[in-house]
């Protein structure tokens, strides 16, 4: 036999008569730099809606001048403002239009890189098959054949002893005959799937091709002006540049039905490709996957799913609910690993043992409190959101009191100092009654950041980290949300450190959030107002008890901003008690805590039943009024703020 001298991977796939021969590369393109030159029209959108702004302040301040030429001033201004915005309007549908196109790619790109993987394996595996042949048999049993991928040699021929002397014939026996004739059946499988992954090559030519064929459509439907400076792309005799148009020859957004009929049951390789895409995109993608597919998918990688920002809310309770076994018995091996070990058995003497304690305890809360999943049908239902066991120690968990998909009113409970894991129970009992079995609605308890014990209590680094945190996360329900057509009326309510990091998480940016509450406050940055919270001034609100001597403690001496402070320009609103004009009696807040330890206990916290905390915090969700916290008068007041 001549043996065959090996290609290089990758380019022997294409060359003529290889198993790929004359095919195009569909996934060709860089989408990273398509989805670059797509953010980039968003500066030239930005400027001209500039323009058309300044253009009709213009013909605002045109109106207001008594003049002979004012009629014509101001047509001429509202004629440019209407086409420098559709000229803004042009350039946001080309950044929309790269930004999809470069997913589109990307998805494309990423099932032939998976194709051709493919496909080089098959291509050892049938060059491995040649060597076992060839070991077997010695190159006078085959003769002149030369190896070729895709030509299976043939048979030997059976085995019998000379006639005179008794030698066998071409030196092989039996087991050889029988090996060759196993890799001849291993080879023939090579060729079967190498046949297969042409034809789904073929199938990636095709997507790409329609792609091509949408994007040309898309982009020749934008609104265009001449005037407005802005190129016509699309049909032939259009200005459109030569190099835009090799790049931008796509516009093809991915569906549900569209993505599950891509990967089928390659479960992998569609969550790969969520696992690579912007939230909004896996969010609509999500939306439109069957249930048994969302279900493939959670079942495949629990822990994709469950992390996976654009995921169903439901979807990511039951991945995570899937996870908590494991975790809890890698939690307990850890556990019995440190406390078999030789040396300090005090939590003092070793800071590990006491992650791997607190670890265990808590997925063992976990475990116990939604292992079954009977917890989604509790009333009112709880589903486990979030849950991130990266770091040592307790994990980061988010947990919605009721349906956070379908919720019309939601709302983020923020604790403050000591909480985790282990106060779930304490705080579940506070979130259901914020909520108050309104069944449009849901509370998140979010316990997503590492909590400050009371020597860090006075520095700002935790309430950052977890603003960050808390900021995705609104912002990944309001996109979830959008999906399904529900605009929720959004709260955040922050107790003690929590309110800190509150204020900090508004402030990044705008997050469509109605209203805000901070209670118990350990202080606002100084570099903070009301007003730059991002939401409505009126519906910021602001209390602490006038015997909660902490949250001015903590105001003191970490330098922050009291918010109760007229200047910082929230609304302050009652929960030293009152007795309303019907004749209820609100019970006061003593201390700074938002919860007890058991229902009894939480009684008189921010959180407990029947104090004017709640009461009002309740009316704020629901976007009404509230009692004046400014009165001195702790008991008789009880009319209501306008």
């Not at 915090?617 to 009880?638: A, K, P, Q, S």
């Amino acid at each position: 036999m001549r043996r065959a001298t090996r290609a290089a991977t990758g380019d022997e796939l294409f060359t003529e008569g290889g198993p790929l021969g004359g095919l195009s590369d569909p996934g060709r393109g860089d989408f990273a730099t398509i989805l670059q030159s797509g953010e980039g029209f968003a500066a030239q959108a930005q400027t001209y809606r500039a323009m058309a702004e300044n253009i009709r302040g213009a013909g605002a301040l045109f109106d207001a001048n008594v003049s002979r030429v004012t009629v014509a001033l101001s047509g001429t201004a509202s004629l440019l403002h209407e086409r420098l915005g559709t000229a803004a309007a042009t350039f946001d549908g080309y950044r929309a239009t790269y930004i999809a196109y470069a997913v589109s790619v990307e998805a494309i790109s990423s099932e032939c890189s998976r194709l051709r993987a493919r496909a080089a394996a098959e291509l050892a595996d049938i060059r491995s098959h040649a060597r076992t042949i060839s070991r077997a048999l010695g190159s006078e049993a085959l003769g002149d054949w030369t190896f070729r991928w895709d030509v299976v040699p043939d048979a030997p021929a059976a085995v019998s002893p000379g006639e005179s002397s008794g030698t066998l014939i071409i030196g092989t026996d039996a087991a050889d005959v029988a090996t060759v004739e196993r890799a001849r059946m291993a080879w023939r499988e090579c060729l079967t799937q190498l046949a297969t992954i042409r034809q789904l090559w073929m199938a990636q030519i095709d997507a790409r091709a329609r792609a091509d064929e949408t994007a040309v459509q898309g982009l020749d439907d934008l609104p265009i002006f001449d005037a407005a400076g802005v190129p016509r792309t699309g049909h032939p005799g259009s200005r459109l540049d030569a190099d835009t148009s090799d790049i931008l020859r796509a516009w093809a957004t991915l569906d549900g039905s569209a993505f599950e009929d891509a990967y089928g049951t390659d479960a992998d390789g569609a969550l790969a490709a969520l696992g690579r895409m912007p939230v909004a995109q896996v969010a609509g993608i999500w939306a439109g996957l069957s249930p048994a597919f969302r279900k493939r998918l959670a079942d495949r990688d629990p822990e994709r799913v469950g992390t996976l920002a654009g995921a169903s809310p439901l979807d990511r309770d039951y991945a995570n609910v899937k996870r908590l076994q494991r975790l809890y018995d890698a939690a307990a091996t850890r556990y019995r690993e440190l406390a078999g070990r030789d040396g300090p058995r005090s939590y003092d003497g070793d800071p590990g043992m006491a992650d791997a304690a607190a670890r265990l305890s808590a997925f063992g809360l976990l475990l116990k409190r939604y292992g079954t999943g009977s917890a989604r049908h509790d009333d009112p239902p709880e589903y486990l959101v979030t849950l991130d066991n990266a770091m040592p120690g307790r994990p980061r968990v988010a947990v919605s009191i009721g349906d956070l998909s379908n919720a019309t009113n939601v709302s983020y409970l923020v604790p403050g100092m000591n909480s985790s894991v282990a106060e779930l129970p304490d705080y579940a009992r506070a979130a259901a009654r914020i909520r108050s079995k309104d069944e449009d609605s849901a509370v998140v308890l979010w316990l997503n950041f590492d909590s400050p014990g009371p020597a860090e209590v006075p520095r700002n680094d935790r309430a950052r980290e977890g603003a960050s945190r808390l900021a995705a996360d609104i912002a990944e329900t309001s996109i979830v949300t959008s999906t399904k057509g529900v605009s929720p009326r959004t709260s955040v309510i922050g107790h003690s450190y929590g309110s800190t990091l509150v204020a900090l998480a508004l402030a990044t940016r705008p997050l469509a959030v109605d209203s805000v509450v901070l209670v118990g406050s350990a202080g606002i940055p100084d570099h903070l107002a009301a007003s730059d919270l991002n939401v409505p001034a009126e519906q910021v609100f602001v209390s602490q008890a006038q015997t909660d001597v902490l949250a001015r403690f903590g105001q003191k001496v970490s330098g922050r901003v009291d918010p109760e402070n007229e200047a910082w320009g929230a609304r302050v609103f009652g929960v030293d008690g009152a007795t309303l004009t019907d004749g209820t009696r609100l019970e006061p807040v003593v201390g700074h805590n938002a919860v007890g330890g058991s229902e009894t206990d939480d009684r008189r916290k921010y959180f407990g039943a029947d104090t004017e905390s709640l009461h009002n915090i309740r009316r704020i969700l629901r976007g009404e009024t509230v009692t004046d916290g400014r009165r001195t008068d702790l008991h008789l007041h009880g009319e209501y703020l306008r």
